[in-house]
């Protein structure tokens, strides 16, 4: 069973010189590379021209932000922004004759990567009780069975995911349709993700979400880039990074590996900057202990404020303290009492390296700390983003030009699936919005998140589970858990356009409803239609797809979706027939429902889109004392048992989530193998073994013992203690007992292992 969810072959581990810089003419042609492989050299040059352009579509990469207004063709696109489209826009097919030559059983051992690599899934599938192959149902067929399977049972024995590629038009009527038909069980890839920094911040800032804006971060006196990683995952923040550099910004980078895209950056839309060296973009690199940045922060909290007392008013913004925050009092108590040589002792680092960064926090009057999953996959990672805010605070660094918090979100609509409604807690004012627009009552109680799922589906109390795109059973943690879950429903049902493993592990009976995706043309009753996104910035744009897919049978979500519901509902007063025909009557509805989105139809048509109100933004701070918060948290430092590791897990520069591109780490120079760890040269010589060597990776919560078999250890720069593997491969060691305090968020990040030399 094991070896379907991960198979175990070791492809051919080859290792090279880390690259120490990142993009330039390699990325180009990497890129297109990957054009080429999978389409017609014409159409893949009009697709990279149209990408993220006015008319074009929102790049299905990351949630980076676009350059306001005035874009240019061939505007700003990156090399693994490319990949994603792709892989999207791939002219191989799969359809009856791929499933009938292959069994699910079959495909079970395929990797990822040839899962993904087969193409595009051409026509719905159904896989039915007992059988060993998927095979053709038609449309009507498929929502005749889903309806009735819904239409049967309790509403909260169904579950709806989300992963964040779906528009705000289909998330909206997917939440819509889940509460009519009776349930918040709303997970969605958020509560892997960024779940911390949306329970935090709403918490200290009273919004979920950032504040900084693509200008601010050009005009940041100082950027702390903390637990992320750039130049792989949101490779367009470079450009961002190199503008501020040419400001006179500076940067600090603080993370257990060296990462290529935070060192040095060659703009390869900037030819005659490729001809020099590019861009240094951190001025001082932290290579801090997995899951130490609570102890970090605390530590330049500590000398800021013990300087601050010797000279008040120098070290710290007592005006905007005073002004616009609570809970001071308790934080310098809490900084009298700081043990400073226990918080630098934690994180692995030299008390040097934290003055001197103390020193330059201290030289700067607008700083921007971004983030991302290195922060919030953490038991205390809740904590952890609280104390970011408290060093922003302290620093009066937000709400003002060039200053303040930037999570950066990882799927291209995460923010803007939450925005719209998708969540297992259903807000009161969405609640009364619903109400009072649609005239139902919507369900009070919470839902399932993901972690939740995962226990209800193991007690069997899921019936039906539906995937709104995504890769549950990869995704997850404790990947068996997840798997032996799925198994016990009734009917598992995935809205997808390629072929992954949570296919493949399935319920009782099964679907597969391919879709389109955002590259393609929507073609609708009331005509080509366009849909919107949110950037990691809270920005709503449109996005219309460009390419044809008419050899194909599918359907957009937002009509899969409204004629499911149109079905499972035949009482609804919803105008679904409407709302799959023309999705301006879908903004009309999300613009009465959800704040800021008034006159949505008009505001979208800028070729800008618009902004979304940002509190924080203009120091308007919605907590419960009408201030931004202080908070004073325990550290809670890691206790690692003789012979235990601090496992993390990152993603290559050949993946996206759980859709393997390629088998290549270039920027890591970790070459056609997956399953490695990369652990400290002087750790893998005290294991008595050497580069290369083979081992069994094993992990223990609760009475659990979970076990990863065959990864290859590869000698990197990683502090002792820790080490790295690849996400989705390691997910089978990651536990889900054990998750982020107040968030619910896997702790992917930092996973107690032992291991196994075989
Ligand atoms: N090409 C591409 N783009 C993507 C994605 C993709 O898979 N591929 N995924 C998208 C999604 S959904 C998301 S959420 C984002 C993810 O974007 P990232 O958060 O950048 O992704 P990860 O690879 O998880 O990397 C986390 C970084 O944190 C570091 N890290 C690990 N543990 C710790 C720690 O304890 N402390 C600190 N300070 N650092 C730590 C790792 O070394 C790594 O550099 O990217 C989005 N964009
Ligand atoms: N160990 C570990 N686990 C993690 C993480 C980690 O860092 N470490 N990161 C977590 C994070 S940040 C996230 S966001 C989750 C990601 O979790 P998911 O979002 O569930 O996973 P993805 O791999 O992004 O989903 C890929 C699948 O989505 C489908 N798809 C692609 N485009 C579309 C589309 O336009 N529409 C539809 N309907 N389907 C589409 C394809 O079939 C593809 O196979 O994983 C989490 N899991
Ligand atoms: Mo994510």
Not at 60 to 75: I, Y
Not at 272 to 298: C, H, M, P, W, Y
Not at 587 to 600: K, S, T, V
Not at 715 to 743: D, H, K, W
Request: hydrophobic share 35%; charged share 25%.
């Amino acid at each position: 069973m094991s070896n379907e969810l991960t198979p175990e072959r070791l492809t051919g581990l080859e290792l090279k010189e880390p690259t120490h810089i990142a993009a330039g003419i390699p990325a180009l042609r990497y890129s297109l590379k990957h054009v080429s492989e999978y389409m017609h050299v014409g159409e893949g040059l009009e697709t990279l021209a149209k990408l993220n352009q006015k008319g074009g579509f929102d790049c299905p990469g990351c949630a980076w932000p676009d350059p306001d207004g005035s874009r240019t063709p061939m505007a700003e696109y990156c090399e693994n922004g490319v990949k994603a489209i792709a892989e999207e826009a791939t002219k191989r097919r799969i359809g009856a004759d791929f499933f009938a030559a292959h069994a699910v059983d079959e495909l079970g051992q395929w990797t990822d990567y040839e899962l993904g690599k087969s193409g595009r899934i051409a026509q719905p599938l159904h896989l039915r009780p007992g059988a060993t192959h998927y095979t053709p149902i038609t449309w009507a067929e498929a929502f005749d069975q889903l309806a009735g399977n819904l239409r049967s049972i309790d509403p909260d024995e169904a579950v709806f995911y989300t992963s964040g590629r779906t528009s705000n038009e289909a998330a909206f009527v997917y939440q819509l349709f889940a509460r009519q038909y009776g349930t918040n069980n709303l997970p969605d890839c958020s509560n892997m993700c960024h779940e911390s920094t949306s329970k935090a911040l709403a918490e200290v800032l009273g919004l979920g979400k950032g504040s900084v804006t693509l200008e601010d971060i050009h005009n940041a006196d100082l950027i702390i880039c903390m637990g992320q990683n750039p130049g792989t995952n949101h490779p367009r923040m470079l450009t961002a990074l190199e503008k501020m550099k040419e400001n006179g910004g500076r940067m600090i980078s603080v993370n257990p590996l060296p990462e290529t895209g935070l060192m040095r950056f060659v703009n390869p839309q900037r030819p005659l900057k490729i001809a020099t060296r590019g861009t240094t973009l951190s001025d001082l690199f932290l290579q801090v202990k997995v899951n130490e940045d609570q102890s970090l922060i605390r530590a330049w909290l500590k000398i800021l404020y013990d300087r601050e007392k010797r000279s008040p008013g120098t070290y710290f913004d007592q005006e905007f303290i005073r002004d616009h925050t609570s809970g001071y009092d308790e934080l310098a108590e809490m900084l009298e009492n700081t043990d400073l040589d226990a918080c630098i002792a934690n994180t692995g680092l030299t008390r040097d390296e934290i003055e001197e960064t103390a020193g330059l926090i201290h030289g700067s009057e607008r700083i921007i700390i971004c983030y991302a999953m290195g922060l919030t996959q953490h038991e205390n990672s809740v904590d952890t983003i609280k104390e970011v805010v408290n060093l922003l605070l302290v620093k009066g660094s937000i709400g003002k030009d060039g200053a303040g918090i930037c999570p950066v979100r990882g799927h291209s609509n995460v923010q803007g699936d939450r925005t719209v409604g998708v969540w297992d807690k259903l807000k009161p004012e969405l609640a009364e919005a619903l109400r009072n627009y649609y005239n139902f009552e919507p369900p009070t109680e919470d839902g399932y998140d993901v972690v939740k799922t995962m226990e209800a589906m193991e007690a069997g109390k899921v019936k039906v589970f539906f995937a709104m795109g995504g890769n549950f059973v990869s995704a997850t943690p404790d990947t068996e858990r997840t798997a032996r879950g799925l198994r016990k429903c009734d009917l598992t049902v995935h809205v997808s356009t390629k072929l992954n493993r949570s296919h493949l592990v399935h319920g009782r009976e099964a679907l597969i409803l391919p879709c389109h995706g955002r590259t393609e043309i929507d073609l609708q009753a009331g005509g080509e239609q366009f849909v919107s996104c949110e950037n990691s910035m809270g920005v709503v744009q449109m996005s219309k797809g460009i390419l044809e897919a008419e050899d194909m049978n599918l359907m957009s979500e937002v009509a899969i979706v409204c004629e499911l519901a149109r079905l499972t509902l035949p009482e609804s007063n919803v105008p679904w027939v409407e709302y799959r025909k023309d999705y301006d009557t879908v903004r009309d509805a999300i613009a009465a429902c959800i704040p800021g989105f008034e006159r949505y139809n008009e505001k979208v048509r800028q070729p800008a889109g618009f902004y979304l109100p940002n509190g924080p933004r203009n120091r308007r701070f919605e907590t419960s004392t009408g201030k931004a918060q202080f908070s004073s948290t325990e550290l809670t430092p890691n206790q690692l048992a003789e012979g235990e590791f601090l496992m993390t897990t990152v993603r290559s520069h050949d993946q996206y989530n759980t859709t393997i591109y390629g088998l290549h780490d270039r920027y890591r120079g970790i070459h056609n193998e997956r399953r490695v760890v990369m652990m400290h040269a002087d750790d893998i010589a005290a294991l008595g073994a050497v580069s290369g060597t083979v081992v069994d990776v094993t992990s223990e919560y609760g009475d659990e013992k979970r076990r990863a078999r065959k990864f290859q250890l590869v000698p990197y720069s990683i502090p002792r203690g820790c080490v790295a593997m690849y996400f989705p491969e390691a997910n089978v060691l990651v536990p889900s007992g054990v998750t982020a305090r107040g968030s619910n968020c896997p702790i992917s990040k930092s996973v107690r292992v032992r291991f196994e030399v075989i």
